[in-house]
């Protein structure tokens, strides 16, 4: 995982899981906090956080779906783009209905979105290396577990405006975003090619065990 063509795709990977963390660990700590900020009561706000998983294993199962169809590359950049334009429509007043069907897409893509990312990295390595990985690659990213409600934390003690809370926070979906085409390239770039020390390892016909 660490040596040509896979070094750049594995921290790139690694980045891209940890703001994944960031934004599950980061959003469901502080959704109903950031709402309140906006002047929706303590109820509605709640209300938020349980639409925000709703939308997070509904989407998250409809758009593994559809990278199943079309490759993960596509379906990742679209859910870290929802759930950015998602994140900065919540700042704004609007009727109750419209603003749950907005945290529900935001749920699919900044919430739903780490699934595909575990399958993409599957996608993208040999055999022999998948598993480790994935391993790495979450085991990195429970950094952006970490930061995430300090990150949160860190917005609501700023005292900004009540739309700056929600633009800050929608920053690590739009670096998501731009992680997922970055790595896009790479990952087709990669496809059959194994490192030496691996190649010596893969598998032959009529060697299998």
Same mark, same amino acid.
């Given at each position: ?5 896979? #070094? ?21 700590? @502080?959704? %109903? ?20 998983? $709703? ?26 783009? $929802?759930?950015?334009a998602a994140i900065v429509a919540m700042s704004?007043?609007?009727?109750? %209905?419209? $603003? ?15 699934g595909l990312i575990n399958v993409y990295i ?31 934390? @860190? ?6 405006? %009540? #739309? @700056?809370?929600?633009? $800050? ?29 691996? #190649?010596?390892?893969? %598998? ?6």
């Open positions: 995982m660490l040596r040509p063509p896979y #070094r750049g795709t594995t921290l790139m990977f690694c980045a891209m899981a940890a703001l994944s963390f960031l934004l599950i660990f980061g959003m469901n700590t @502080w959704l %109903p906090r950031l709402m309140q900020t906006a002047d929706y009561p303590l109820q509605d706000s709640q209300t938020f956080l349980v639409l925000l998983n $709703l939308g997070a294993t509904v989407g998250g199962l409809a758009m593994a779906l559809l990278a199943d169809r079309a490759g993960s590359r596509g379906p990742i950049t679209a859910s870290f783009a $929802l759930g950015a704004a007043q609007l009727p109750l %209905p419209v $603003l749950y069907g907005i945290v529900i897409v935001g749920g699919c893509g900044a919430v739903g979105v780490q599957s996608r993208s390595y040999p055999v022999t290396a998948r598993g480790s990985a994935v391993g790495v690659a979450l085991g990195v990213g429970r950094i952006g577990a970490i930061a995430g409600p300090t990150f949160g934390g @860190w917005i609501l003690a700023a005292g900004l405006e %009540p #739309r @700056w809370n929600f633009v $800050l926070f929608a920053v690590p979906a739009v670096l998501g975003t731009a992680l997922a085409l970055a790595v896009g390239g790479r990952t087709s770039q990669n496809q059959g090619c194994l490192a030496p020390a691996l #190649r010596a390892k893969e %598998p032959t016909a009529g060697h299998t065990k």
